[in-house]
């Protein structure tokens, strides 16, 4: 029994750590892929393709980088931005005070919901200073804050318009590295990963 076990136990990869400072190397993997618990996408002889397939961390540029993150006051003002745009009706809504200044009655009427209902989400939308209310009488008119905002909507409506274009590069950007490959050649390395932003828009405009 105790020599069974010592066979497998020495058939069984492990898994280690490299070293601080070392360099972790991924060995050659298989053709194909992999899918695990849920449909993952494992990629490559099974390993998972949002992970790394060594552990290996950067000392340096977690030092440095961790001086840039948010403070906790700023992080929360933010997710709770992201938070109220996380819903389809308020998309509408923000959607139709990009194209002017409206009342209540107009937006109700546009994203084809009660005056009430409307009027709450605007709550939501104006404590987080999504929105801007102008009273003018009797009527009360709604924008979208300022152009942070604007800005905010415009970029996220982009973003997703270039995923169809997104996918269709990638896919041809899979076939190009795999042609290079086949015949030994190595794409043009890129920007050094560890260089200091700050100092790369300096020296852009020096």
Sequence with gaps: MSNHSNVVAADRPSRQ????????????????????????????????????????????????????????????????????LGDLTRVRMLNALAQAELCVCDLAALV????????????????????????????????????????LFREGLGHVAEWPQRALRDRDGGRMSAATGSLGLSAAPGADDDRDADAAVRGKTE
């Design 17 to 84: 750590r490299p070293e601080p400072g070392a360099i972790a190397h991924q060995g050659p993997t298989a053709k194909g892929s992999h899918h695990g618990p849920g449909g993952r996408d494992l990629g490559p002889a099974g390993v998972d393709a949002a992970s790394c397939a060594a552990f290996h961390a950067h000392p340096a540029k977690i030092a440095r980088l961790r001086r840039r993150l948010l403070d906790t006051r700023s992080a929360s003002a933010l997710a709770d931005i992201f938070k109220v």
């Design 112 to 151: 084809g919901l009660s005056e009430s209902a409307v009027s709450h989400q605007l709550r939501l939308l104006r404590n987080t200073r999504v929105v801007r209310s102008r009273r003018a009488g009797r009527m009360v008119f709604y924008a979208l804050d300022d152009q942070h905002v604007t800005r």
